[in-house]
């Protein structure tokens, strides 16, 4: 409990300090020592959370490279630099570079495939009509089940015996197979994902909403099809949202653990039961932790995913230059179907 | 032309909901099936005696209530210092002005992209070391020091209200304290709610911090649920996993629904910015 004391001493703080500026800085006051107040004020209220930050990100951060370096498995209570030789092992280690391609593929494949479904939706979503805020809700209600909640409900869906999906195999006259092993679990993990797509439909309806009516009705007036206005000026008025998510959904993608909620039987310490095809980045990341104990090597490969992950981001960053349109002020926004329309 | 354009929407509208509904159907089924009923072929779509008793079962089959009790405190523990310490950052960000302040809202907005799963295990080892590993005192430090999230949901709150709301405050002498107290925080009750629901879910529904801080007696529901129903022979019960999954994600769902308004906005002014 004393951390609890020391954490929530900067709370409390201001109050007397007020008091005491009551009579300096009233009116007879220089602005300066206003201005100085309001700077140190700022400090008093964002300072627990960078504390938070410097003490609960930046540190562990650090001590994970540290660790990167040395032999460490948790144990022993000297654990020796190793300099390099994790990093070497990354770039040799079979299962490593087979889990990082396969991140690469379910990355490559969901991201995409969310935002458009996301996006599709979101277009229904935006017509108007009767029912809508039901049907948003009731798309959306998947993405607030919890993981443990969904992971739960797709093995009952996809157990062999008593299975919904093996059910409608054999309405149909087919065999029933085991969806959670090895040819099929990746699909299941895929369906899974899909599963939460409300997600990036409600960002991107708030995107939609956000486009003013007068630049489609003016498109339309000018002689734009439906899919012109959507291809030159929804599409491009958008491209900030849409960048968004591509930015988030990678991120989210390399570091995803997922597969661990279809495969539950335990804790992360019995993550071999996850099958080949589903074994991401992560997931052997937590099994080198946990099951193995290598601590050193596992946070060697925690500070690559976090290289790569960082990395990637410059590049989004980067490409998405001429490609997303940031100014949506009225005006530059005003110009845009005019000249679409002379076409 | 209008009118079947309108119709085809809703039909793809509607199979796209019963679609995605589905899932929730067949673990309801599954929580009111009788044992004998799981492993037939052709399979049973609808329980033939729908029963409750499942429910039940569950509940006592091991300590249900026991573990929905830790994971009702820790995510009450976390959304309220959350929540509180978020609102008092956000503050900071939306009126004060500070040299430094454009870096430290940058470090902010990098860290609301920053794999929180990177950190986890580090963090984990580290908590290990003071002796904070099978308490709840991890969730009281994230608590205390706010979200990322959050504090920005506060932030663009806050810079929405009228400047002479605290312009009159500093004439009349009150401290920033007060003006956050007394004015700010009072206004911001829909804020407030959301970011309570938003941070009481994601614990509630966390997996992997729980899995890795607490030992099997003080676990969350999540990882307790997560590990299953077996026999003693190490069959699984299917029909209790359902009916305990079922009473697990109702609070949570349920809270969305009220909440729905407020919740969703708030989802989507994240992809804003």
């Not at chain 1, 951390?3 to 109050?15: I, R």
């Not at chain 1, 809508?132 to 993405?143: D, N």
């Not at chain 1, 995107?207 to 734009?224: N, T």
């Not at chain 2, 960000?93 to 454009?102: I, N, S, T, V």
């Amino acid at each position: 409990m004393s951390t609890t004391g020391q954490l929530t001493t900067p709370a409390p703080a201001p109050a007397p300090r007020a008091v005491a500026a009551r009579g300096a800085g009233r009116p007879g006051g220089r602005f300066g020592s206003l201005r100085q107040r309001r700077a140190l004020s700022f400090y008093v209220f964002t300072g627990p959370w960078m504390l938070g930050f410097l003490a609960l990100t930046a540190f562990p951060l650090g001590y994970a490279l540290w660790l990167s370096f040395t032999n460490s498995d948790g144990l022993s209570p000297n654990p020796r630099f190793i300099g390099l030789a994790n990093y070497r092992e990354v770039l040799t280690d079979q299962t490593t570079l087979d889990s990082l391609a396969r991140t690469g593929l379910f990355t490559a494949l969901t991201v995409p495939l969310t935002i458009a479904a996301g996006l599709v939706l979101a277009v229904m979503m935006n017509q108007s009509m009767r029912g809508r805020g039901v049907f948003r809700t009731l798309l959306y209600l998947p993405a607030v089940m919890p993981p443990v909640g969904a992971g739960l409900t797709f093995k009952l869906i996809f157990d062999r015996d008593s299975g919904a999906a093996n059910g409608l195999l054999d309405l149909f006259g087919f065999n029933g197979v085991s969806w959670l092993m090895d040819p099929y679990a990746r699909w299941v993990l895929i369906v899974l994902t899909m599963w939460g797509v409300g997600n990036i439909m409600i960002i991107s309806l708030a995107g939609l909403q956000d486009i003013p009516k007068e630049v489609l009705e003016a498109a339309r007036v000018d002689g734009a099809s439906p899919w012109q206005s959507f291809t030159r000026i929804t599409l491009p008025l958008l491209s900030p949202v849409l960048f968004f998510q591509v930015v988030t959904g990678i991120i989210a993608a390399l570091q995803s653990f997922a597969p661990l909620f279809i495969s539950l039987d335990a804790s992360p310490q019995g993550m071999a039961s996850v099958p080949q095809d589903n074994f991401l980045f992560m997931i052997h990341v937590l099994t080198e932790y946990f099951a193995d104990g290598r601590y050193g090597y596992a946070s060697a490969l925690l500070w690559v995913l976090f290289a790569i992950i960082m990395l990637l981001t410059a590049i989004v960053f980067r490409l998405s230059r001429g490609v997303v349109f940031y100014s949506v002020e009225p005006e530059a926004a005003r110009k845009r179907p005019r000249t679409l329309g002379g076409k | 032309m209008v009118l079947p354009r309108r119709a085809a929407l809703y039909m793809v509208l509607v199979g796209l909901v019963v679609l995605f509904l589905s899932p929730f159907g067949w673990l309801l089924i599954t929580a009111l099936k009788d044992p004998s009923e799981l492993r037939v072929l052709p399979i049973h779509w609808w329980p033939h005696e729908p029963s409750l008793g499942n429910f039940q079962q569950a509940l006592s089959f091991w300590p249900y209530l026991a573990y929905a009790r830790n994971s009702l405190m820790v995510s009450t523990l976390y959304a309220v210092l959350a929540t509180l310490a978020s609102a008092w950052a956000g503050y900071g960000f939306a009126r004060l002005e500070a040299p430094g302040k454009r870096i430290v809202f940058g470090v902010l907005l990098s860290t609301m992209m920053l794999p929180q799963i990177i950190t986890l295990v580090p963090t984990y080892l580290l908590f290990g070391k003071i002796g904070l590993l099978n308490t709840y005192m991890p969730w009281v430090l994230w608590g205390l020091c706010g979200a990322p999230y959050l504090i920005f949901l506060f932030r663009q709150f806050f810079a929405n209200m009228p400047k002479e709301l605290e312009e009159a405050a500093i004439v009349d002498g009150c401290g920033q304290f007060r003006i956050f107290w007394r004015i700010f925080l009072p206004q911001s009750w829909p804020v407030i709610a959301t970011s309570l629901i938003l941070s009481f879910s994601w614990t509630w529904g966390d997996f992997i911090a729980p899995a890795l801080l607490l030992d099997d007696d003080r676990t969350t529901l999540a990882v307790r649920l997560a590990k299953g129903y077996f026999t003693q022979h190490g069959e699984p019960l299917s029909n209790l996993v359902a009916a305990g999954t079922v009473m697990y994600v109702v609070p949570v769902l349920v809270l969305f629904l009220i909440m729905q308004r407020g919740f969703v906005s708030g989802i989507a002014t994240s992809g804003l910015k």
